[in-house]
Structures are given as structure tokens and as C-alpha cells.
């Protein structure tokens, strides 16, 4: 009692869709009229199961995604007739009804989606990165109520990531215990460039373009980059829509704290010329905030703008596709007042006080000092598909960068024009050409070939902290994945070569000597993954990456206001290497999930900022003095979560990290390393989790302890205590005539509105965090979906 | 007619990629160099006589050469009026900052700090609002003996607090030795 159908092609349609289906009795018995099982298995062409396809069914509370063996499972199911929705980014999404009569186990047979617009959804089969690449991803709804607070507090939610802090409104993400310059991040499969190397310098990128944002820990991914010593970020826009139509939707967000509103929203069409199906997609954010709140005072000058808009335009043809990205980041930062010293007295002076001078008010008026940071990038990505034999993909991208950043003391010159004058401004152009060739050799193996260049121009048009650089790289990488199906063990291995020529622009005559400056070496990780049952698997990952000095690490000179401190770059520093090793683990069976990831890092020459005995004295008074020097380091940590689902109401979830740095020459701590976090969620959800749409209350309890671990005579301050902080937060669907799901989450940030500060926060030394804050967002899908 | 119009939007999306991204690097622009107090001068002026001028000097800027700093030297049981300057002698002709900080005087407060056997620093004039500005005071030396004169260049200190020279961000904080013969 089978059959099976093959649903033709329509116009527009790239590829078909082949479905099988069989009946398949589970038990003899007759059911009663709500106890049916339905199990769904989604398959490529091949045969092999697909993992993490979404599963939706129209008009019901019912969804899920199928698990690694490509299988989901539904229970409790009426006699009915169901509507079902598979998607998966990067394969062709598709539509079935039929009617449910009995026990019933269907195939589902995807097709690759001609249209893949990441570079993740052509990696390999099935699961893309594949286990042997230790991540993390952050859900969608996690991402969603978080992404008004900007990438890096997005990514806090996952355990292996914290953030290092420049007041409230600054944020960069640390992964395994390293940033900046050691994290890559990846807009689309293009490796951001910006001004990185700043601890003040957040990424530039809008959370709101991106519908999957993942983490890759450790040296995981080669084709990347070899110099990802911290770990990769994966910042991803939505596929292209592939039906004929439009759809989009609209954000809207409020905090209380700041006052701070979000408008954000897409529209996504596809339309066919003639033969040649054209998809785009229009998106854009703006963000306005006045100053920030303390539980105790205003944060004074610190408000945010943002103005954001990206487009995607992309077709395909016979084997071909062809993807344009472009993408503009805008922002104005105001910078806390009270933080903007001018030497060591002021400093010793605000951190007496420890807090503003004044209790301030709100204001939406941004003044000095201030950032203004514009990201421009622009991508046109084509693959090639190759058949069974893989794709080949080319991508081409140019990115601009302009940094403007505003003392609070404009310059001394002739007015008016000096005012409107930055006192640093950086800026730079990258253009980077990418091919890479995904070989089947067999089933069993599957390789990588790829080459990256990359030629960057960097200007420092006022303030000389870093001199004019031109640099270029290339960048040749194989590797090989071995996955056997049915098989308890899957191996890959990869092998980069790096190369990277840097030349220093400046005529500085002190620079004469280092103005030609050439960089090499390899790169390389290997990763098995042992599946110990069927609920879990075990992923042992080493590898060793390596990564040039940064042209502030070789040649700054001069005053960091930030931080009181007189920095001297070391032009005779060479690349740190690091070697890392991890293991993985996650497992789920029946109410408990784990996830965890241990980790043992040892970095040859780590570049870091030695203290020096002998202040330097300028006409600002005597700085500390910072040389920057190599050392040799170990960075060991273990983050995790558990989740323990009581029933189809509850769940617990527990989630810590931690990690010690030692600078293993000095036999000391390293400085700036993240504290001990625990955190424990309680989610309520008012109707059935599976349910797509479904409702809940969630508290989550945070605690931080107080950092012990820190470098002797290193610190103007001692590291602030430990807290506990409270965040509430609902969320819940809402259906109409006109918009078929409402998203509407309101959420309590810091609900008992604590007294804290954070020890990766550069400013804890002036000001508290941000006091209690309602957040309430919508989320206004429209359009056929 | 497919393939027109393939490559039609190949076209387009060329043109895209070189026209849509504008933002252009404004590379060898000269304007790298930013203003900057290389110099304090302090012209003492007793009543009668002539006046003496001293001053700290980091041409350079900082790092690199080490300022020179001169010793004020002054007459015992006498009294000084002074005037205080900020020079960028980095440049020729040497530009006098002290104009820009009298055109905002409301933003700065020169403020001074003494040990030792200097005495304390009258200010005597006075920003838009009325408050004092520390460009301009008087001095009365007693016993002999050394000590030290620290200068410090204010931003937006708030004049109205307790310790106006606890606020504010320091532009220059320069300190003098001292000798009273």
C-alpha cells in the first residue's frame, strides 16, 4: 500500500520536487480519533537524511525540524488533513497536503535549492558545517529579542561567548576567551574589514539583515581564514524568496531605557523575466536612543543612531547563480562624558569619584566625544553547480570603512571648521576575490579546494595612533571530510597556507627601516566525531592557526585617551601561533539536552600590552607607559548549557562558562579575561512548545562572579564584585485577518533594577551597567510566505 | 531573448558593482596633522624691574625627545604678576593657543598647584561668565627655599564645584621646579 508521485515542475520552479510516500502501519490496533503518529523522514536526492529542515504545518500549533537522521516525529494527531511546510536555507522549499488516516511514516525527498546565497548551505551534504566543526547557533528566537541590543549581546546568549564592553553602548564579542583581531567575522561568507583591533571598535554590522547567526569555536573552520585564533562569527541573511510574490516584515522595537526605538523592515520579492527568475530583497534599520540610565543617575552623552540598509538581488540560470549583496552600516555613538579623561589625574580622579560628576537627564542630543562609523559592502557571489560532482563558487567584495571618532576637546584651529573635524579618522578599502570548489570524490569523501586575495588600503586621515598601510594577502586552503553513512565516526582534516605582504605608507623617516614587511605560514586542523549512541556524539578537534601583528601592534605610538596609557608599538614582533585543542559533546535523550565544550588553548608570542616601569612624560602629565610584547600563554575554559524539559510546559535550562588565562612566561593571570558566568532559564510556555507559534514566560537568572584572576600591578582598579541580575521576558503570537502571525515580545531587563558593574567593561571604573529596562517589540510578517 | 537578457542583467549588475558602492578612501589627503600645546610659558612680572619668562617644551610631542623644562627662578618677599601661555611650537610661524582658550574661556580653567616653598596662585581674571579663568594672576614669595608650580590646562571643568580642578578632562598638566633666592 504505497505510492509514490513526482510533483512537476512549475514555471519558476528551479528544480522538482520528488515525493514519496508509504503508509506504514506502526500498530495494528485502530486508534481513537487524536492519537495518530505521523513520522516525517526528509531525504536529499541521495538518499541521505536531511537534518534541521523546518517543519510547519498551515493553520495549526504543530512544527518542528528534523533531527540528524533527518527524522521528526509527530504524535497526538487527529484524523485529519494536514498541511505540511519543509524549508531549509539553501534547499528548495516545499509545500504538501494529505489526508491522515492512520499511523503513517512519509519520505520527503529536497532538492539544493539552485539559489544558495551562504556559503554555509554548500559545504557538503546534509548538515553543512558537519559535526567535526565545533559551533554554536544561536536560535532564532533568541536572536530576535536580543538583535535590538546590537551582534555582540546577541551573541552573549550562547555560553561560549561573552563581550568585552566600552560603556553601554560598545560591544565586542570574545570567543574563548580572545577578541578583536583573533575573532573573524563573516558577513555572508566575506570576512568583515574594519577597524577590528580596537577594543573600542564594535562590529559593524546589523543584526536585524540576518535570520542565523552561528559560532565557531576554536580553529574550527580553515576555509575561513588561518588566523581565527578565538573562533569565527557567522552572520547570514536569509535566502532569497524563490516562489513568485512578495513578502516582508516589519520590526518595530521600544526600550524605556533610552527611549531607545527600532524601526526595521524587508521586503522580499521574486519575479520571472522571460525565462530568467529574478529574487530581491530591499531591507533596512533605523535605531534612535537618548541617554542611558543607571539605577542610580543618567549616563550622560550616551546616545545611539543608527541608520542601516542593505540589498540582495540575485537569479539563475541553467547551472549558475548569481548573487549581489550589498549592505550599508551607519552609526553615531555618543561616548560617556565622564569617561573621556585627558591623563592619569583625571583618571585618578573619576575613579575616585566612581561615578559622573552630575546626575544628569535625558537627552537625545549626541555631543562630544563621539564615534561615527560608516561599514560599506558589497558582494556578487556566483555558483556554479556541478552536479554530484559539488559547486564551484566564486565571490567577489569590496568593503569601506570610515571611522570618525571625536575627542571631547575638538582640536585647537581656526573655527568653525575644526569643530566638525574628527580627531582620528581612519579609513580603509578591502577588495577580496574568493573561489572555492567543493569535490564529491565518492560518497564517503568530500573536499575542499579554495583561494583567497585580498588587497586592503588603510588611511589614517587625522590622528597619527596608526601610520598609512596597504597590505595583501593570499591564501591557499584543501580540505578533506570523510563520512561514511551508518558509520560511528566521521573525520576531516584541513591544511591553509597564508601569506601576507604589508607595506607601510607613511614617510615617516622612523619608519624608513620597516616599510616592506612579509608574513607566512600554515595553518591546519583536524576534527573527529564519534557517534557513542544514537543520542550523542563526541566531536576531538586540534589545530593550529597563526596570525600576523596588527599594523597597531607594530607601529602605534602615542596616547590612548581611553585607558590613560601611553602605547609603543614593537615593529620587531612576529606571528603569534596558537595551538588548539577541544573536545565536544552534546547528547539528547528524552527530557535532557547537553552541550558541552571543553577547550585547552596555548598561543606562542600572544601579543599583548607589557606594562613598563617608566612612566612618559608629556605635556599632559606622566602615563603609565605600555609596550607591546609577546609572550607565551594558556587559555583553558568549559562552557555548556543543560535542558531538562519537565513536560510540554516546562523547561529548565542551565548554562555556565569559564576560563582562565595564564601568561605562562610572566607566570601571571592575563588581564581582561572573562569572569565565571552562570546562568539559569525557566521557561513557561503557555501552550505546547512544539508549537510554532507557541507562547511563554521565561526568567532568567544571571550570576557573575567577582574576577580573581587578574595580573598582578596590572589594573587601576580591583575588579568589581559578583552579581545576580534578573530578566523576564514573554512572548506570544498574534493572529488577524491581515497578518496572519504577530510576533509580540515583552521583556523586563534587569528586572530588580541592580547596582552592578562588569569587569569586561572598560568604563566600570566611571559608571554602573544600565538600570532596569522594558523592551517591548513586534515582529509584522507580510505577505505569501 | 534568455540569454539577452541574462546578460542584460550581468550588465546591470556590473554597473551596480562599481556605481553603488561610492564611498571613496580620501587617500593622500595632507591634512594629517592635528593642533597641539607643545609649550606652557609663564612671564612673571614683579613691580619694578624687568619680567622673566619660563617655559616647558615638548616640541615633539609625546614620546620620542624629552621636554625641556626650565626652572623658575624668583626673588624672595616679592610680588609677581603672571601671565600664563600655550604655544604649538611645532609650527612656523609658532601659533598661540592661549587666543582660542580666551575665545572659550567659559570651557577652560588654567589651574595651579604648588609644594614646597612656591606660594599659591591668586587668579585674577575672569571667563564670560564671571568665573574665574587662570590665564592672568599674582604671586607673593616669602622665605627662600625650592619647591614646584604644577600648571594644568582644563576642559569643561565644572566651575561650580567644590574642586573645580578635580573636574574636567586635563588638556596640559605640566609641572615647573621652583627656586626662591
Not at chain 1, 486508534?31 to 493553520?59: E, F, M, R, T, W
Request: hydrophobic share 35%; aromatic share 12%.
Amino acid at each position: 500500500m504505497s505510492f509514490s508521485k513526482i510533483i512537476g515542475c512549475k514555471y519558476g520552479c528551479f528544480l522538482g520536487i520528488m515525493l514519496h510516500f508509504s503508509n506504514y502501519l506502526f500498530g495494528q490496533e485502530l486508534h481513537s480519533s487524536c492519537s495518530l503518529k505521523l513520522q516525517i523522514a526528509v531525504v536529499d536526492p541521495q538518499g541521505k537524511p536531511l537534518a534541521y529542515v523546518n517543519v510547519g504545518v498551515l493553520g495549526q500549533s504543530l512544527g518542528g525540524s528534523t533531527n540528524e537522521e533527518g527524522i521528526l516525529m509527530f504524535k497526538n494527531l487527529c484524523k485529519d488533513s494536514y498541511s505540511f511546510q519543509f524549508s531549509r536555507i539553501g534547499w528548495e522549499a516545499y509545500e504538501f497536503t494529505f489526508l491522515l488516516t492512520k499511523d503513517t511514516s512519509i519520505q520527503i525527498v529536497l532538492r539544493e535549492s539552485g539559489i544558495m546565497l551562504d556559503k554555509i548551505t554548500v559545504l557538503g551534504d546534509g548538515d553543512k558545517l558537519g559535526k567535526n566543526t565545533i559551533k554554536e547557533v544561536l536560535d532564532l528566537e533568541s536572536l530576535r529579542s536580543t538583535m535590538g541590543f546590537g551582534l555582540a549581546e546577541s551573541l552573549k546568549q550562547l555560553p561560549g561567548v561573552q563581550t568585552l564592553n566600552t560603556g553601554a553602548s560598545i560591544s565586542k564579542p570574545i570567543i574563548q576567551g580572545l577578541h578583536s583581531n583573533r575573532v573573524l567575522i563573516l558577513q555572508n561568507g566575506v570576512r568583515q574589514e574594519g577597524q577590528q583591533w580596537g577594543s573600542e571598535h564594535a562590529p559593524e554590522i546589523d543584526p536585524f539583515l540576518s535570520t542565523k547567526i552561528q559560532v565557531i569555536k576554536g580553529a574550527g573552520s580553515i576555509r575561513y581564514g588561518g588566523d581565527a585564533l578565538g573562533g569565527i562569527i557567522l552572520v547570514e541573511p536569509p535566502a532569497l524568496r524563490r516562489e513568485k510574490g512578495l513578502d516582508g516584515e516589519v520590526h518595530l522595537q521600544g526600550m524605556s531605557n533610552g527611549k531607545l526605538g527600532i524601526l526595521s523592515g524587508q521586503l522580499n520579492g521574486n519575479h520571472s523575466f522571460g525565462n530568467l527568475p529574478v529574487s530581491g530583497r530591499i531591507q533596512g534599520t533605523l535605531k534612535n536612543g537618548g541617554n542611558l540610565h543607571t539605577p542610580d543617575y543618567f549616563m550622560n552623552n550616551t546616545g545611539v543612531r543608527e541608520e542601516n540598509f542593505s540589498w540582495m538581488l540575485g537569479t539563475e540560470k541553467n547551472n549558475l547563480n548569481s548573487t549581489f549583496f550589498y549592505s550599508r552600516y551607519f552609526s553615531i555613538l555618543g561616548i560617556l562624558k565622564d569617561a573621556h579623561i585627558g591623563n592619569l589625574t583625571d583618571l585618578t580622579n573619576a575613579i575616585e569619584r566612581g561615578r559622573p560628576l552630575s546626575d544628569g537627564e535625558f537627552s537625545r542630543e549626541i555631543g562630544r566625544p563621539q564615534q561615527q562609523i560608516l561599514h560599506e559592502f558589497f558582494q556578487w557571489k556566483n555558483i556554479i553547480d556541478l552536479q554530484n560532482d559539488g559547486h564551484l563558487e566564486i565571490n567577489l567584495s569590496r568593503q569601506f570603512n570610515r571611522r570618525k571618532e571625536f575627542d571631547a576637546h575638538r582640536n585647537f584651529g581656526t573655527l568653525p571648521s575644526s569643530l566638525e573635524n574628527p580627531n582620528i579618522l581612519f579609513e580603509i578599502t578591502t577588495y577580496r576575490g574568493e573561489v572555492d570548489l567543493e569535490h564529491n570524490w565518492n560518497t564517503n569523501f568530500h573536499g575542499h579546494v579554495g583561494l583567497a586575495l585580498m588587497q586592503q588600503v588603510n588611511t589614517t586621515d587625522r590622528g597619527s595612533l596608526i601610520p598609512d598601510y596597504s597590505q595583501w594577502t593570499g591564501g591557499v586552503y584543501y580540505t578533506l571530510k570523510y563520512k561514511k553513512p551508518a558509520s560511528l565516526w566521521e573525520f576531516e582534516g584541513g591544511i591553509r597556507y597564508d601569506m601576507n605582504k604589508l607595506r607601510i605608507d607613511d614617510l615617516n623617516p622612523k619608519l624608513q627601516d620597516f616599510r616592506e614587511n612579509q608574513f607566512q605560514g600554515f595553518s591546519g586542523t583536524l576534527s573527529s566525531v564519534f557517534h557513542f549512541s544514537n543520542a550523542g556524539f563526541l566531536v576531538f578537534q586540534t589545530g593550529s592557526s597563526w596570525r600576523t601583528p596588527h599594523v597597531s601592534e607594530l607601529f602605534s605610538e602615542g596616547v590612548h585617551h581611553g585607558s590613560a596609557s601611553y602605547e609603543k608599538g614593537n615593529p620587531y614582533l612576529v606571528p603569534e601561533r596558537a595551538f588548539n585543542n577541544s573536545i565536544h559533546f552534546e547528547w539528547k535523550e528524552g527530557k535532557f539536552k547537553i552541550q558541552s565544550t571543553a577547550y585547552y588553548n596555548w598561543i606562542n608570542k600572544y601579543i599583548f600590552l607589557s606594562p613598563q616601569k617608566e612612566a612618559v612624560l608629556t605635556i599632559r602629565g606622566a602615563f603609565p607607559a605600555f609596550n607591546y610584547s609577546q609572550t607565551n600563554v594558556s587559555i583553558a575554559g568549559l562552557d555548556g548549557n543543560m535542558t531538562y524539559s519537565l513536560n510540554n510546559h516546562w523547561d529548565l535550562t542551565f548554562q555556565a562558562a569559564m576560563v582562565k588565562g595564564r601568561n605562562v612566561t610572566g607566570n601571571d593571570f592575563l588581564i581582561y579575561m572573562p569572569t565565571n558566568k552562570v546562568q539559569f532559564f525557566t521557561t513557561y510556555y503557555l501552550n505546547a512548545k512544539e508549537n510554532a507559534t507557541h507562547s511563554f514566560i521565561r526568567t532568567q537568572l544571571t550570576h557573575v562572579a567577582k574576577q580573581g584572576r587578574v595580573p598582578a600591578d596590572f589594573d587601576y582598579a580591583l575588579p568589581p564584585d559578583g552579581y545576580f541580575r534578573l530578566d523576564i521576558e514573554f512572548l506570544t503570537h498574534i493572529k488577524n485577518k491581515f497578518f496572519p502571525d504577530i510576533e509580540l515580545g515583552i521583556a523586563l531587563n534587569n528586572a530588580t533594577n541592580t547596582r552592578y558593574r562588569e569587569y569586561l567593561n572598560r568604563f566600570r571604573y566611571f559608571i554602573q551597567e544600565p538600570g532596569r529596562n522594558l523592551v517591548v517589540r513586534l515582529r509584522i510578517p507580510f505577505g505569501q510566505s | 531573448m534568455k540569454n539577452q537578457l541574462f546578460s542584460t542583467f550581468f550588465f546591470f549588475a556590473f554597473l551596480a558593482f562599481i556605481s553603488f558602492s561610492c564611498e571613496k578612501d580620501t587617500t593622500g589627503d595632507p591634512d594629517n596633522e592635528s593642533e597641539l600645546i607643545t609649550t606652557v610659558s609663564i612671564t612673571f612680572t614683579p613691580a619694578s624691574g624687568a619680567s622673566k619668562s619660563f617655559k616647558w617644551t615638548d616640541k615633539d610631542g609625546a614620546g620620542g625627545i624629552a621636554p625641556v623644562i626650565e626652572s623658575i627662578v624668583l626673588a624672595a618677599n616679592t610680588s609677581y604678576t603672571i601671565s600664563t601661555s600655550f604655544l604649538d611650537e611645532s609650527k612656523s610661524p609658532v601659533e598661540n593657543i592661549t587666543a582660542e582658550i580666551l575665545e572659550e574661556s567659559n570651557d577652560h580653567l588654567v589651574c595651579y598647584a604648588v609644594s614646597g616653598s612656591a606660594p599659591a596662585v591668586q587668579i585674577t581674571d575672569q571667563d564670560k561668565k564671571k568665573n574665574p579663568l587662570g590665564l592672568a594672576g599674582t604671586i607673593k614669595t616669602t622665605t627662600a627655599g625650592n619647591g614646584s608650580i604644577k600648571v594644568s590646562l582644563k576642559h569643561t571643568p565644572d566651575k561650580k564645584a567644590s574642586t573645580p580642578c578635580s573636574t574636567g578632562e586635563t588638556d596640559v598638566e605640566v609641572t615647573f621646579p621652583v627656586t626662591i633666592n
